[in-house]
């Protein structure tokens, strides 16, 4: 099955730097990658994802890259700003097998705490 | 703007007991997940469930884990007998899913602490 790395699994930042959480996947067929933010006691919310067909998609503030051949993605934060500060997670979607059918399923990293410092 | 629903939010209850978990998902989606949140393993994947068919349960304990889709409005996880080591953040997700890999939307959640 998909096996997803992500680092650092903590990263503290001044309030206007930038962050970069990087993640790795196993699986080459994945082709689904989005990343969630969860702040404390409250639920995994998507802030963005990418697919396999493209290598940079960004929204505002963040953006995420995809290098396929290297099995490996990241998230982008410029000009961080303290209710940044969360756990994020990246994911990588489960593919189409053999006999063409999709599972569906999302593969976790095991999350990354951001803290953004005023 | 629709949501997963999840109850109960919180839930305390003593080794042994038989614990219920339910979840609505989003209107018109046809996947359901069942995850399982600890600090030491993070988002683990329990089961899910396409157009109420399951299609994956190896994540979840089987002597003690149910997981069922009584209706396209309803999943349920259940627990019985729970166990300290049961206690953890349950969360449901649901997503529409046609022929690839789509966005799941997470609940609130269900804190269980099995004392």
């Known amino acids: 099955g998909e096996n997803v790395e992500q680092h650092p699994s903590t990263l503290s930042v001044q309030e206007g730097d930038s962050a970069v959480i990087k993640c790795t996947y196993s699986?080459?067929?994945?082709?689904?990658f989005p990343w969630y933010k969860q702040e404390l006691g409250k639920r995994p919310q998507l802030i963005i994802d990418?697919?396999?067909?493209?290598g940079e998609k960004k929204d505002q503030r963040i953006a995420v890259t995809l290098n396929k051949t290297a099995k490996h993605f990241s998230l982008h934060i410029t000009e961080t700003q303290p209710e940044d500060s969360a756990v994020y997670f990246c994911?990588?979607?489960?593919?189409?097998?053999?006999?063409?059918?999709?599972?569906?399923?999302?593969?976790f990293g095991q999350g990354t705490i951001l803290t953004v410092h005023p | 703007d629709a949501r997963v629903t999840q109850t109960p939010r919180h839930k305390v209850t003593e080794m042994g007991q038989e614990v219920t978990m339910r979840c609505q998902p989003i209107?018109?989606?046809?996947?359901v997940f069942w995850y399982r949140q600890t600090m030491m393993q993070g988002l683990e994947l329990l089961a899910y469930?396409?157009?109420?068919?399951?299609?994956?349960d190896s994540g979840m304990p089987k002597d003690r884990f149910s997981a069922e889709m009584p209706d396209a409005t309803l999943a349920t996880l259940k627990i019985q007998p729970s166990e300290p080591r049961d206690s953890a953040v349950y969360f449901c997700?649901?997503?529409?899913?046609?022929?690839?890999?789509?966005?799941?939307?997470f609940g609130p959640g269900t804190r269980l602490t099995v004392l």
């Open positions: 997700a649901s997503g529409f899913w046609q022929v690839r890999t789509d966005t799941q939307y």
């Open positions: 699986d080459s067929a994945s082709n689904y």
């Open positions: 990418i697919r396999s067909n493209v």
């Open positions: 994911a990588a979607g489960d593919s189409e097998n053999a006999g063409g059918t999709s599972y569906g399923k999302l593969t």
């Open positions: 209107l018109g989606h046809n996947t």
């Open positions: 469930f396409r157009n109420r068919a399951p299609l994956d």
